[in-house]
């Protein structure tokens, strides 16, 4: 009787809808919490601790036994550049789409009405609902030696032959990067400026503060989170992308992802995870890095004081 009693005491509240606010955001996040988990988390742990493993020529495949030799064959045939490569890359192209992307934030969220706001962010979507490879081909003709550019400077008797380095090369590579991503850092940056009181500029107007000293002292100081977040989703998409280096870097041309899948298919997995785990370890110290400075989290609290 007395066990009987307990549990009525504990669970005939559930049945009533009597539940406090801590049990309902638990039994809440519960489900997509454990879908993160088996789906996010399990995988990159696998990855880690088979990046310990060793890799057997004979079976080609791998055996449970400890081993570096996945992360030292990283300093073999110059795959420690192409990570080095690969890093500069991003963080090249991550820097140049959150130039590209403040002004044309700003320009969506404070000088321009609904419809246009509507007519800006569709433009910049629109394009995704074609395949990375479309938008990389494409390039190709408008920057090969008979695309669009190339002929046009040539008709305006700029230039007296093609420009060979407009395809094929690392600024080629660098424009299908800023075509693809830049929304990446549009996103951001439009919603930490929306959590930016607009009296605040009005305010610093008002006290004399010129556009540009009131843009850079108020306005940039307030919206630091979504630059980093901006900035950190471009970085992770150039990271993990080869459609705009195969299609517009020649064929010399190599990233990390390249590199993954030439290793994969030799069957040479620890090696391939520990390239991985090298990238995800780069990755995870950013992302821990701006929400210590930059207070990622802040995307998402209250708003901008």
């Given at each position: 009787m007395l066990r009987a009693a307990t549990f009525?005491?504990?669970f005939l509240p559930l049945c009533n809808g009597q539940l406090d606010m801590p049990f309902r955001r638990t039994l809440l996040i519960a489900p997509p919490l454990a879908v993160v988990l088996l789906l996010g988390v399990a995988p990159l742990v696998l990855v880690l601790v088979w990046s310990f493993w060793t890799w057997d020529p004979a079976t080609y495949w791998i055996k449970p036994e400890p081993s570096l030799a996945g992360y030292g064959a990283i300093l073999d045939a110059g795959r420690w550049t192409v990570i080095v490569?690969?890093?500069a890359k991003s963080l090249g192209a991550a820097l140049l789409c959150t130039m590209l992307a403040y002004p044309l934030a700003y320009a969506i969220h404070v000088m321009s009405g609904p419809r246009v706001q509507m007519l800006l962010l569709a433009l910049i979507t629109i394009p995704f609902f074609t395949s990375y490879l479309i938008r990389s081909f494409s390039w190709r003709l408008v920057l090969g030696r008979t695309g669009a550019i190339?002929?046009?400077?040539?008709a305006l008797h700029i230039t007296s032959a093609p420009l060979d380095w407009l395809l094929f090369s690392n600024f080629a590579v660098m424009i299908g990067f800023i075509a693809s991503y830049l929304p990446f850092a549009v996103f951001p940056l439009l919603l930490s400026m929306r959590r930016v009181p607009p009296e605040l500029m009005a305010a610093a107007r008002d006290l004399g503060a010129g556009f540009w000293h009131a843009v850079f002292t108020v306005l940039v100081p307030l919206t630091y989170a979504g630059l980093f977040a901006g900035f950190l989703f471009v970085?992770?998409?150039v990271a993990g992308s080869s459609t705009e280096v195969q299609m517009l870097g020649g064929a010399g041309a190599s990233i990390v992802s390249i590199m993954i899948n030439d290793v994969m298919r030799?069957?040479?997995y620890p090696l391939a995870f520990a390239i991985s785990v090298?990238?995800?370890v780069t990755i995870f110290g950013m992302v821990l890095i701006g929400n210590a400075f930059f207070k990622l989290s802040s995307l998402f609290g209250e708003e901008a004081e």
């Open positions: 009525a005491a504990r490569s690969t890093l190339n002929e046009t400077l040539q970085f992770v998409m030799v069957a040479n090298i990238m995800l």
